[in-house]
């Protein structure tokens, strides 16, 4: 009996390991035939950054790949001892990325929970509309909810954020992904010499960290740019055909027409219609007319630019009086210079610009948008400092805040649009003292915008500047010497802009100087003649406020040259 009972017991333990040894064979087996038909299940690279790293099967960094790549992927085919990563192909070869870098929605591919605003910008209501949701200063925390889209590169163009009760889009390329980046400056060094001398603000305030300019390839601007100036007036426009004819004979190959002037309208624009129904009722021209005028000039070949000045509109005031700068006691608007002048910190002015400038390319084909009178009034020092203006200050910036946020909304807005965006600077603003009372600080401004269009004209500098005497007599002399301040600031511009420099083509002003010289054709050219030889071979744009035809005759064998070959 007890040999019995041992010998069953051998078959048992026997029968126990065949059964293991069975079910291992069948673990095996399914797992090779799982793996074998297992299909290939298509998944995206996800991350907090724009690329990530995929490894060899030491798990060591082998190559790059960016963020929401499509990749093919067998959830079976894992690395040996490790199931936290999946054995991806890419060009013939064999690496291993990690689940948490697979997801398989798209709208997923981003990881980042929180980004900290590091360039002060603004929230937009969405990704395709420009209105203005809130004001977004520096370190300000953003929760992420959601993207527009990611470039090839793995860069996102425009987060969803939510910031205090508010929800609305930015542009990724401001934020950064920790307050301690986001608190961080950039080429702060080269300005820390400038002095707030005059009330136009701290520089240290201001942003420089490097901006990409832009070149469209369905826009072409010209490598240098020749352009007359031609008001909006009916009696320029409606003679259009005679300006493209005098310009067929000459270098020039541009032409700035009025959008908008202070007081001038071009036509009868909708945005107007909405917003300043004031501007629109004194229109120079109807919508047909000025479009049949624009495109005479574009058919001609001729690259548009289309002139918008900002904060100086009395009709805007007379129809928006809350957004202007007012007087403190009465609160009503200030008259500065014989004229109302929007503030430059309010948005909803920013907002009207822009929509006119957007109107402006999408009606009419304008390849460039130029901003004049992108500044706050000059010569009110004693005005603040005895507390009789009140310039409405809502988010407490310095001017010189304000005038670079600004551009740097608009010209977001406009790039969306494939235009460029050029300002209009004071001559003033090249100097390497101080930022200028009304806010415009050179470096600054050519940092964020494609073309920086200063007005050096000989008549608005005072007696003896640079040493010369009476330079509006000596425009070669005087625009040689102020080219050479020009050349250094924008040595201290990170992303520096076309340097396209307004010239002088009107007579001396009587004002300025009763025995002052006419400006002829040798005046035009001896400016245009010191602004290349030091450098500044961006181009240059006429300025005559009547855009008269006869002395732009006068003027014709100084357009004739292309100083850019000379």
Avoid at 15 to 20: A, M, P, Q, S, Y
Avoid at 293 to 313: H, N, P, W
Avoid at 435 to 453: C, E, F, H, K, M
Avoid at 522 to 545: D, M, P
């Amino acid at each position: 009996m007890a040999k019995r009972r041992k010998v069953s017991i051998k078959k048992i333990i026997r029968f126990i390991i065949l059964l293991i040894i069975i079910a291992v064979i069948i673990f095996f087996i399914t797992k090779l035939t799982k793996n074998l038909f297992a299909e290939n299940k298509t998944m995206y690279i996800s991350a907090t950054t724009s690329q990530i790293d995929l490894y060899d099967e030491n798990l060591k960094p082998a190559i790059k790949i960016f963020r929401g790549e499509e990749v093919k992927i067998k959830e079976t085919d894992t690395l040996k001892d490790n199931e936290d990563y999946l054995k991806v192909n890419i060009d013939n070869k064999t690496y291993y990325v990690s689940k948490d870098n697979l997801v398989s929605n798209q709208k997923k591919i981003i990881k980042e929970e929180k980004v900290y605003v590091r360039t002060p910008t603004v929230l937009l209501k969405s990704e395709d509309s420009i209105e203005i949701v809130a004001n977004l200063s520096k370190e300000t925390e953003l929760q992420v909810l959601s993207y527009d889209k990611v470039d090839k590169q793995g860069n996102v163009n425009m987060y969803k954020v939510k910031q205090g009760g508010e929800e609305g889009y930015v542009y990724s390329k401001y934020t950064t992904l920790t307050k301690e980046e986001s608190a961080q400056t950039y080429n702060m060094e080269k300005h820390t010499k400038i002095k707030n001398l005059y009330g136009g603000g701290d520089v240290k305030k201001l942003d420089f960290f490097p901006v990409e300019k832009i070149k469209f390839s369905e826009n072409k601007m010209p490598e240098a740019v020749y352009s007359l100036y031609l008001n909006d007036t009916s009696s320029v426009l409606s003679k259009v055909d005679d300006y493209i004819e005098l310009a067929k004979d000459t270098k020039i190959n541009a032409f700035v027409v009025d959008i908008k002037d202070n007081g001038a309208i071009g036509y009868e624009s909708e945005v107007m219609k909405k917003i300043s129904p004031t501007s629109y009722k004194y229109a120079n021209n109807s919508k047909e007319d000025y479009a049949k005028a624009i495109k005479k000039l574009k058919d001609a070949g001729f690259y548009l630019i289309g002139r918008i000045t900002v904060f100086k509109d009395d009709y805007y005031v007379k129809d928006h009086p809350e957004n202007a700068i007012v007087k403190k006691n009465t609160t009503d608007p200030y008259k500065i210079g014989s004229s109302y002048w929007p503030t430059a910190y309010s948005r909803d002015v920013w907002y009207y610009n822009v929509s006119l400038a957007l109107e402006a390319i999408n009606e009419f084909g304008f390849n460039e948008i130029n901003f004049d009178y992108v500044r706050f009034p000059d010569r009110t020092q004693s005005l603040e400092k005895n507390n009789i203006i009140d310039f409405k200050n809502q988010y407490n910036e310095d001017k010189v805040e304000a005038i670079q946020n600004f551009l740097r909304y608009a010209t977001d807005a406009i790039h969306e649009k494939g235009a460029y965006v050029s300002v209009d600077v004071f001559g003033e603003s090249s100097n390497s003292y101080y930022t200028t009372a009304y806010g415009q600080y050179w470096p600054a401004l050519s940092n964020v915008v494609d073309v920086i269009s200063a007005m050096p004209y000989p008549d608005h500098f005072a007696n003896n500047s640079y040493g010369i005497n009476k330079p509006w007599n000596h425009p070669y002399e005087l625009i040689s010497a102020w080219s050479k301040e020009v050349v250094k600031r924008q040595e201290d511009t990170t992303s520096k802009a076309i340097v396209r420099t307004w010239v002088q083509s009107y007579n001396v002003q009587s004002w300025v100087d009763p025995t002052g010289i006419e400006y002829n054709a040798e005046e035009v050219k001896a400016q245009i003649t010191a602004l290349f030889e030091n450098g500044l071979t961006g181009g240059y744009i006429t300025w005559h406020s009547r855009s008269n035809i006869e002395k732009y005759k006068k003027q014709k064998s100084a357009f004739q040259i292309d100083y850019l070959k000379e």
